[in-house]
Each structure stands twice: as C-alpha cells, then as structure tokens.
C-alpha cells in the first residue's frame, strides 16, 4: 500500500486518471440511488413543453429536444455504455489471448497460419471494420459489442503471443516442460500467469476504445436504438440543436471525453507500473 501511494505521488496523471475513473463510475453505478436525495426523472419520459430548456434548478443539465432530461439520460446512458465497454473488452480478451498464447507456444506452421489471420483482421482500420460488421449484423446494442470485441481481439492475441514467445524460452518453461507438466496447465500457470501484467495494461487502453467505438457505432445509429439513452446516440441524436441549445451534446461528449481519458491515463499508469525499474524509480 505505501508503494502504491509513493507511486501515485510520483504519477500524479495516475491519480487524475484514477479519480476521474472512480467518480464516474460513483455517478452512473449509483444512478438509481440519486433519486433518494433529489427527483431524478425518467430518462425516457417525454415532457414537451420543457424542450430545450436550459440548465436550472429543476434539470441540472437542461433538457433535449423532447423534454427529456439530460442528466437523468447522462446517468444511466453510463451504465449501458461503460458495461458494454466492459463486455467488449471481456470478449476480446477470451477469444484473443487463447489464441495469441496457442499460437506463440505451438510455433511452427501454426503459428505463421494464426498470426496472418491476425494480420489480415489488423490491416482494417478497427473503427471502419467495427462499421462494416455493425452494418452486417444490423443495427442494435448487441450486435454493436460483438462487433467492436471482433476488432480488439487481434490486438490481444499479439500481445499474448508475445508474451509467449519470450517466457516460453525463460529456465523455469523449460524445467516444466521437463518434469512432464502438460500444456493447458503450463499456458495457465507458468505462460499467462507470468505476462498478465502486458495484457492488463492492454485490456485498460482497449477500454478507452472499445467506449470510443461503440459511442461512434451509436452515434451513426448502429448501436442504440432510441428512446434508449447511450452517449453516442444521445450526441448524435442532438447535433442539429448545438448552437442554440448546447448543453444536450457538451454533456455526454464530455462524458465520453473523461470516460476515455481516464482509462488511458491508469493504463499508461499500469504499464510503468508492471516495469519494476520504472515502478521503482525515485
């Protein structure tokens, strides 16, 4: 514990990072509670005759266009976009560290075939393939999470393939190998557990991504579907009332601004972190 304050003494983006991370996730995780300590309306209840009222005492962030309430659409629009970051990131990360440990362990034939998949996946740029896949699939929020997992997972398995190339030639590979440890447990136990630290400080800038896209996704409509609130969506939804009413489009961007910015300043943090000479440094 004192290292991890000396470390943030020394970082303090780290800790920007860190507190902005927690309190957004404070804000939306605890957006059904909010309701206890003020009337927080329904995200989805219409009340025209609000429309595009500014910021005041009785809507903190204004309305939109439909009376709806800003704060209340920022709030849990958050739960959907930052658990689906989560999820896109959880998937990636199953379908692509498998595959990256497999092929760098194995070698060989098998590894040149499994990396030009990659690389044939990678040679798209990920905004315009989570699009075009988006697009195929149809437009709604699952589809959306599968896509944009699609486009992170050959980032993982790069990441992991490295990291299996470099510890499996390490003595204590070997000496497993040598006493007959089978492979399912020496990739587990001896491979994975030993190069978490690359594939952590890659899940924490690919969740600042995965936000990004699937945000971009709702944005051009392939994402949420209204009257669900998502802050892509939302942005999209109010383009056309920004100069008058500013309020419905700075909030949710601001809050995809902070939400992105703050997961990839912990995982700069989490890379000098797992770096013992960095971590270490006076």
């Not at 892509?232 to 809050?255: E, H, M, Q």
């Amino acid at each position: 514990m004192r290292g991890l304050l000396s470390f943030l003494r020394r970082n303090p983006l780290a800790a920007i990072g860190a507190a902005l991370l927690l309190l957004i996730l404070l804000a939306v995780g605890l957006a059904p509670l909010w309701s206890l300590l003020w009337p927080l309306p329904s995200p989805i209840a219409i009340d025209i005759q609000a429309k595009l009222a500014p910021p005041g005492a009785a809507h903190w962030l204004g309305t939109d266009y439909f009376g709806r309430d800003v704060l209340a659409r920022l709030l849990h629009g958050g739960q959907a976009t930052l658990a689906i970051g989560l999820g896109v990131v959880a998937l990636a990360f199953c379908a692509g560290v498998p595959f990256g440990l497999l092929a760098g362990y194995a070698g060989g034939w098998a590894d040149l075939v499994m990396m030009r998949v990659v690389d044939a996946m990678l040679s798209f740029p990920a905004l315009v393939l989570a699009i075009a896949l988006a697009a195929a699939f149809g437009p709604s929020l699952g589809n959306a999470m599968l896509a944009v997992s699609i486009t992170l997972a050959p980032q993982f398995a790069r990441v992991a393939r490295a990291q299996a190339q470099s510890i499996a030639a390490r003595p204590y590979v070997e000496a497993a190998i040598a006493l007959g440890v089978r492979p399912p447990r020496l990739l587990l136990r001896y491979i994975l557990r030993n190069g978490i630290g690359p594939l952590l400080v890659q899940a924490s800038l690919a969740l600042g991504s995965a936000i990004l896209q699937t945000a971009s996704l709702g944005f051009l409509g392939l994402g949420a579907q209204p009257p669900w609130p998502e802050w892509g969506a939302d942005v999209s939804a109010n383009l056309a009332y920004l100069r008058g009413a500013p309020w419905v489009v700075l909030a949710p961007g601001l809050a995809i601004l902070l939400a992105v910015l703050s997961f990839n300043l912990i995982g700069d943090a989490l890379a000098e972190w797992f770096n013992p000479r960095r971590r270490n440094a006076r």
